[in-house]
């Protein structure tokens, strides 16, 4: 954890995810946090409600931000003529879940509402081990996106720095639940699953089910996960 | 005008203003170009209007992006309860009128429509003469998105180099108008004023404003300029 900047404000990206719970977590202790979750054409929008609930727990304020979803056709996550494939071990290269630009359009919004509220500190739960073959959770992106945050903002020009936080980055999927765990995250709210129903079950089988499932077993935490 | 690659689409970040319409007349004589344009708290929807008009006359395609208002609070060009000021040549610094990362999230957007059409280069009018004072209408934050941009993106990672195209940004607004000119642009058409009226009518006093209309003197054009 880098040392807290003399702001006290944090923007959190919050999907409802277990890995964002956990960021969620983790920016409390040090932070006064403003968690924000997008709404798109996803199709699990059981992780909103899930985002607003986690939210809550932790005391943080929560803003629901609208992404137009004419901009991030294309993906499987957007695009319902577009099938969510099942977990393939030995599949290569960029999957067809990837959404064009979304950390990068994620973070803008954050970039903004940091400005807007005088915060400087932005939490994002990126993850370099299991990270799907996106391009935009590596450690070389954040890098280069909060180099350009500094140019782009009237709190960068003026020296107080912005610093995007990414607690997970070199965490396993049995580490980040250890992690949430200890801290209180009560992972029976979160929705992980690429397809999950209104009530927030999970699938099982799609590859962000099949990473969950492996982190609670090796974590030795019992699963909490509720599957259709 | 660097070289064109492999690729013959190209993304326009279209106001409906001088500049931009200035930048879809250059681009449009080497790529094949998707206009888009911006929907957001602003005063002066006559922009759009103007912008669709603008796609049209060069055989642009157009979409218009809805960028949620919430995110960009606390400008006078998104907060009605702030006034525009007048045009003041003995301000230093950062204005009132400066939008919270705006051009990151404009490129943000134009970088996740790129990837889904397929187009590796991203035309933006920013001027580092004219800017005004905003922080991201530098050379400095453009090569930072462009480098960040290229670590965001599948097309980035396979190679294919993402690249904003800034061809105003040493520009003097007289060197602007005097190249549209001759590119057929109408600047009629163009709505410049932070405050135009529904009728794309100018205000004539605001720093956009004074700006325009030096800039046409200067370029020994003719001003179409409507002022209410």
């Known amino acids: 954890m880098p040392a ?11 999907s409802g995810g ?17 968690a924000i979750s997008f709404s ?8 909103l409600n899930a985002a607003k609930k986690l939210a ?11 992404i137009d979803a004419g901009a991030m056709e294309g993906s499987a996550l957007t695009d319902e003529s577009v099938d969510v494939p099942e977990f393939d071990p030995a599949e290569q290269g960029i999957p ?11 973070l803008s919004y954050a970039l903004a509402i940091a400005e807007v509220r005088a915060a400087q500190d932005i939490f994002i739960g990126v993850n370099a081990v299991d990270y799907s073959g996106y391009p935009d959770c590596r450690p070389a992106f954040i890098h280069a996106y909060e180099v ?8 960068g020009v003026e020296g107080n720095k912005l610093c995007i936080h990414t607690p997970l980055i070199d965490m396993s999927k049995a580490d980040i639940i250890r992690t949430g765990n200890d801290l209180g ?19 099982g089988r799609c590859d ?6 492996k982190g609670f077993e090796q974590a030795g935490v019992p699963d909490p996960t509720r599957y259709f």
């Open 40 to 47: 798109y054409a996803q199709r699990s929008l059981s992780e």
């Open 18 to 34: 277990l890995d964002s719970a956990t960021v969620l977590a983790i920016a409390s202790q040090h932070f006064d946090c403003h």
């Open 148 to 155: 350009m945050a500094n140019l782009a903002t009237k709190a």
């Open 56 to 66: 809550g727990h932790f005391s943080a304020s929560h803003q629901l931000v609208k």
């Open 4 to 14: 807290i900047s003399p702001s006290s404000k944090a923007i959190v990206l919050l």
């Open 208 to 213: 962000s089910c099949q990473l969950r499932r």
């Open 185 to 203: 995250v009560d992972y029976a709210a979160t929705v992980s699953c690429y397809q999950a129903n209104e009530q927030g079950e999970a699938c």
């Open 96 to 106: 067809v879940t990837y959404v064009p630009a979304r950390n990068t359009l994620f």
